[in-house]
């Protein structure tokens, strides 16, 4: 993506990318999201039979497309931070403009899921496999939002030209957060879908 | 001072601190019940002391927070208060009914008050914490909303800051959530439900964003660190508040009735509401360790710094320890919670209100900063009152975790009362160190009075 003639950084080497207060967030975020692995785990030592066939019930298919939906747009914000760095404000906003819309996909695959799965009757109190099941994926369909939303404010800023190869720690700012966002998707689906 | 209506919080911090004595006396008064049951019987019996207790403390760290957003907003509005009038005649209100309160609350038996003040025909009464009679808690949100009215105004017409907005956001979230307490259904579950909407979305909440400005305007003040940074931990803070302590109500809902799910969010975001308490300790020193300048005042530094240190071990350490439903299960409602209560309130919501009138009395008074004297006195108390505190907490949780063995978990379980019996010496150990908070808090009036020179204001 980048060429070897980009060297341009807006952070101090050896300090992570996008302003610092975004990462004690991101740790905040990871840490809660932690727990709550760190919990499902615990809860499906004690009972392995009701989480693997409560398991077998969820869709695996959709859950993969929205890994690949959410990857992709993390690639398409690499890009733009790429862009940035190299002064193309409008490919910038165009790129993260692709990474809001796949998460739109993202949401709109889990909205048919979560249809499908309360119109078979399912509910938080259904049983712990369905609590952490619905829980889990709900806290990260409200992130996913929040990351479109930080994205947008990005990218009108972007589109304003608001950002420099100088100075664009706004746009790996965003950037950091969605990869957030992406990854716990990537620990939640074969955690939660997947692994039995 | 910079702006006239600023002298308006002068009333409101003389008031919160009288109206603080009387909930440490009122404190004492039944401590000394736990050991010793018939004392002041019938005149005061424990339920009323307790009531009393709990609801001056309400009232008066109101009385603060009001102050204290008087004091703050048109300084960081630069621009006079909408009504200082209005801000005048509302004290008065605000104090009248709520002594009016206490004095029924002492002088009437709580079912005769219920009576007077037609509890029949809109049930509010009865509720722990929530125990006002209908008047005042219709009092209550007419001195709220006037009081949002005139800082909202001002805040509208004037500079608008991060302090200054998140310091609203707390305080309409306070009057809204407060709404609730008018709310009484029938289905026990339900009440208890919607009760914490105001108790816990209080305290865990929408004050805690109150708390966070009040610290921030502080450290702003006696640090001069670039407002910058200090607003964007205050971000950070309310943020992971917010996070933590919205779904943290799931933490009162194990046992009351609610579906099970609640054991698991609730253990889970409480778990993490320690995090915004951390973040105000480090956000704390981190300021004072880069200030930029030498500020007269110490004392008031030293209550900022001792609310982060406080709060962070009282609401964040202390309310951990049972916050996971499995612990909770058997700490549920013991000294254990008690003890959590006392530094919690202490740590978070008491130094922050003496850490702002700690800085603003000064100024109100037409200096910068107290005499050497004057402050020696205030750290003094300061240290009295928080170490004590810190005692009562200790010998509390002591009392709580033999009350959790012998009355739950031994062999051979003793009912309630048999159990307080084997606790006593906790309790008495806990009343001499309320009455070093008394002291503490007695050195710490007496240091507004302390002469000696002082440095004009800036």
Redesign the interface.
């Known amino acids: 993506m980048s060429t070897p003639s980009i060297t341009l950084h807006t952070h101090q080497p050896g300090t992570p990318p996008g302003?610092l207060?975004i990462w004690?967030?991101i740790f905040?975020e990871l840490?809660?999201f932690g727990?709550?692995f760190g919990?499902f785990a615990f809860s499906r030592a004690h009972h392995v039979a009701l989480f693997n066939q409560s398991q077998l019930l969820l869709n695996r298919e959709s859950g993969a497309i929205n890994a690949l939906v959410l990857i992709t747009s993390s690639y398409f914000v690499v890009r733009a931070v790429a862009a940035i760095k190299q002064g193309f404000s409008r490919e910038c906003a165009n790129w993260l403009a692709g990474a809001i819309g796949f998460g739109g996909i993202f949401l709109v695959v889990k909205l048919f899921e979560f249809h499908a799965k309360f119109a078979a009757g399912i509910s938080?109190?259904t049983n712990t496999f369905y609590?952490?099941y619905l829980?889990l994926t709900i806290f990260h369909f409200m992130h996913v939002i929040l990351g479109m939303v930080i994205l947008a404010a990005v990218m009108l800023k972007a589109r304003r030209g608001g950002y420099t190869p100088e100075n664009h720690t706004g746009v790996e700012t965003g950037a950091s957060y969605w990869h957030m966002v992406d990854l716990v998707w990537i620990i939640l689906f074969p955690l939660v879908y997947v692994i039995r | 001072m910079q702006y006239k209506s600023q002298a308006v919080a002068k009333p409101y911090f003389i008031a919160a601190i009288g109206l603080f004595v009387g909930q440490i006396l009122f404190g004492l008064i039944m401590g000394l019940q736990y050991v010793m049951g018939d004392f002041l019987f019938p005149a005061i019996p424990f339920n009323v002391a307790r009531m009393v207790h709990t609801n001056l403390l309400i009232v008066w760290l109101l009385f603060g927070f009001m102050g204290a957003a008087y004091y703050i907003i048109p300084e960081e509005t630069e621009s006079e208060l909408f009504s200082p009038k209005l801000a005048w005649l509302m004290f008065w209100i605000f104090l009248v009914a709520g002594a009016l309160t206490i004095v029924g609350y002492l002088l009437v038996p709580y079912a005769g008050l219920a009576k007077m003040t037609f509890n029949d025909l809109w049930p509010t009464m009865g509720r722990e914490f929530l125990e006002q009679p209908l008047p005042t808690k219709l009092g209550i949100v007419v001195v709220a909303l006037a009081f949002l009215f005139n800082i909202t105004l001002t805040i509208l017409k004037g500079r608008k800051t991060s302090i200054s907005l998140v310091l609203l956001m707390g305080l309409w979230g306070l009057a809204v959530f407060f709404l609730f307490s008018f709310y009484n259904p029938s289905n026990l579950v339900m009440d208890k439900y919607f009760w914490w909407w105001t108790v816990h979305l209080w305290v865990e909440g929408v004050w805690e964003l109150i708390l966070g400005s009040l610290l921030a305007f502080v450290l702003i003040k006696v640090t001069g660190v670039d407002r910058e940074v200090i607003e964007?931990?205050l971000?950070?803070i309310i943020?992971?508040t917010l996070?933590?302590g919205i779904i943290g109500t799931g933490h009162h809902y194990y046992w009351i009735g609610t579906?099970?799910?609640w054991q698991?969010?609730g253990?889970?975001?409480s778990?993490?509401e320690p995090?915004p308490f951390f973040?105000m300790t480090v956000f704390a020193f981190n300021m004072v360790n880069r200030r930029r300048r030498e500020h007269p005042n110490k004392a008031a530094t030293l209550w900022a710094l001792g609310t982060g240190v406080m709060a962070f071990l009282g609401a964040g350490v202390w309310g951990f320890l049972h916050t996971l439903a499995p612990v909770n299960f058997y700490t549920h409602g013991t000294q254990i919670t008690a003890a959590h209560g006392h530094i919690a309130f202490y740590g978070a919501y008491v130094m922050v209100v003496l850490a702002i009138i700690s800085y603003a009395m000064p100024v109100l008074r037409g200096r910068a900063a107290n005499s050497e004297k004057s402050q020696v006195v205030e750290m003094w108390s300061f240290w009295l009152m928080t170490v004590a505190i810190v005692f009562i907490t200790l010998f509390l949780t002591a009392a709580g975790i033999l009350q959790v063995w012998l009355q739950r978990i031994s062999a051979t379980p003793l009912g309630f009362m048999a159990a307080q019996d084997q606790i006593t010496l906790f309790y008495w150990l806990r009343e001499i160190s309320g009455v070093i908070f008394l002291i503490g808090l007695i050195v710490y009036i007496t240091s507004f009075f302390v002469g000696g020179e002082t440095k004009e204001a800036a």
Do not use: G, H, N, R
């Open positions: 302003d207060a004690l967030f905040a840490l809660a727990v709550f919990s938080l109190s609590m952490f829980s | 964007k931990w971000y950070m943020a992971m996070i933590t579906p099970e799910y698991w969010f253990s889970v975001f778990a993490l995090i973040m």
